[in-house]
């Protein structure tokens, strides 16, 4: 996943070797050298993530993140603080003032690259929320900031995951101490059990579990499960282990800390991840509120053609922005007037809403799922290329094939199967209409050719995607 990045340091030197290592990973870079320019060009350009420079002249970085989060235009952009001071009291400054996280100089490739793709990644999803909330066209009246706190102190209640009872003690006790409301436990059993209550704000994970688990692989157990996919993850690590830092951050870990650490960096980056979490749930819960009967359908909840419509215009024009590609799904469910005829609508209506809730908890928060018309549904999905969407769809397809509705009064489950059309654009002219024709001409496809499948829309020239269509075909 690529990003804007605008990388500020008063220091020419540090700012191109900067530029050149993410040039080279296929970030786009902007730079500024002093923190009055910064401001502007992070109110103009709209980066996805600041790498900031503490010790400059002027402005320093804890101004700078401390005007960057108190404009509510950049508040929601990741700060990077990229420094040589050592110092956790500084840390904490820097953590209060607004920041994200500290690479510490010279910085480390491994790092800046794994924290980048993190954090764009969380951006992603939070401009997404955003982005569906303003589309609504409805408004907070009381002008409270989704981003700001509710005042007082931030506190949570936190999972505690660590086999060595020494650093839990010690955790506990300054997080008890904080007023947080933390619960322990030792094993991977017992974190999932717990997490399935969906009752955490934050789960601070060991990266070495009692008995040889490994943190890693809990984490990413953690991010299968509906009720932890969106909790935040700070694990804690020994010195030896930030080898394994980039791994956990591609799999889901939202922060991490490195024994020995400062009490006030433990609260401060544990404030920080709360809030977040906040931050999360209140926008959710604000677009549940917000969106009105005109963009949902009655019967399904799901976005209707008319939402789906605009939101689809909005991703394509984007990509002139982005250059990132849009791919849309429709699908179509197999033979469903005769499940009418034979059932009753108010079983296909029944059938309707069971698939609209499989597919919603299959694909990801930044994608949408809207009722195209009858029996027929699209998922649009940004910044994906054809090869991942066509992979998506092939799993909905199985999916939906090999989990039969219980029908109330019906000894027998009934099978339900999905044609499944896949088109994927990276042209900013291209239509909403022409887009869908192509996925459109897809499903038909799959439904000529036997049903119970996918296609991938045919273009101009044979394409890996295409391709693969095939094979699925073939496979199906």
């Known amino acids: 996943m690529t990003a804007r990045i605008l990388i500020v340091d008063d220091t020419p030197a540090n700012l191109r070797l900067l530029e050149a290592k993410l040039t080279a990973e296929y970030f786009e870079v902007i730079t500024a050298a002093d923190g009055m320019s910064a401001l ?3 109110a103009a350009k709209a980066p996805d993530i600041i790498l900031l420079d503490i010790m400059m002249p002027g402005l320093d970085g804890f101004e700078v993140a401390r005007c960057l989060k108190s404009n509510p235009n950049t508040r929601h952009i990741p700060i990077v603080m990229v420094t040589a001071l050592t110092d956790s009291t500084d840390r904490v400054r820097g953590l209060e003032a607004g920041a994200d996280d500290f690479l510490s100089k010279p910085v480390n490739d491994i790092a800046l690259f794994a924290r980048v793709r993190s ?65 322990h436990v030792a094993t991977s059993a017992e974190t999932i059990a717990l997490g399935q209550s969906g009752a955490f704000d934050l789960v601070i994970l060991a990266h070495r579990l009692i008995g040889g688990g490994d943190g890693l692989r809990l984490c990413s157990q953690l991010r299968s499960q509906d009720e932890t996919r969106h909790v935040p993850i700070l694990m804690i690590l020994d010195e030896g282990d930030l080898t394994h830092l980039a791994k956990g951050l591609e799999i889901g870990v939202t922060d991490y800390l490195v024994r020995p650490f400062d009490k006030n960096e433990l609260l401060a980056r544990t404030r920080t991840q709360i809030r977040r979490r906040r931050y999360h749930d209140r926008l959710r819960n604000m677009l549940v509120d917000s969106v009105s009967l005109a963009y949902t359908d009655t019967l399904t909840g799901v976005y209707n053609r008319r939402y789906m419509n ?21 699908f179509d469910l197999d033979r469903f007037k005769l499940i009418n005829d034979s059932y009753g609508h108010p079983t296909g209506d029944r059938i309707l809403k069971g698939v609209a809730e499989r597919v919603g908890t299959s694909i990801r928060d930044i994608d949408l799922l809207a009722r195209y018309g009858g029996e027929e549904f699209v998922v649009i999905m ?5 090869e991942i969407a066509l992979s998506v769809a092939e799993r909905l397809c199985i999916r939906l094939a090999e989990e039969p509705f219980v029908i109330p009064g019906q000894s027998d489950p009934l099978p339900i199967t999905a044609s499944i059309g896949v088109a994927t654009t990276t042209d900013p002219a291209e239509t909403v209409e022409g887009l869908l024709g192509r996925a459109d001409t897809a499903l038909y496809a799959a439904k000529h050719g036997g049903r119970n499948q996918v296609r991938a829309a045919q273009e101009s020239s044979p394409t890996d995607a295409g391709r693969r269509s095939q094979d699925a075909v073939k496979s199906a």
């Open 119 to 183: 954090l764009t990644r969380l951006k992603v999803m939070m401009d997404e929320l955003r982005i569906r909330h303003m589309a609504t066209g409805r408004f907070d009246m009381t002008g409270k900031d989704p981003y700001g706190d509710d005042g007082g102190v931030i506190t949570g209640k936190v999972l505690l995951v660590d086999g060595v009872s020494q650093t839990a003690a010690q955790v506990r006790g300054y997080l008890d101490e904080a007023g947080h409301a933390v619960t």
């Open 310 to 330: 605009d939101h689809l215009a909005h991703k394509i024009a984007e990509i002139g922005e982005t250059a990132k590609p849009v791919s849309v799904m429709i």
């Open 40 to 42: 502007e060009i992070a």
């Open 382 to 386: 940004p910044s994906t290329p054809p």
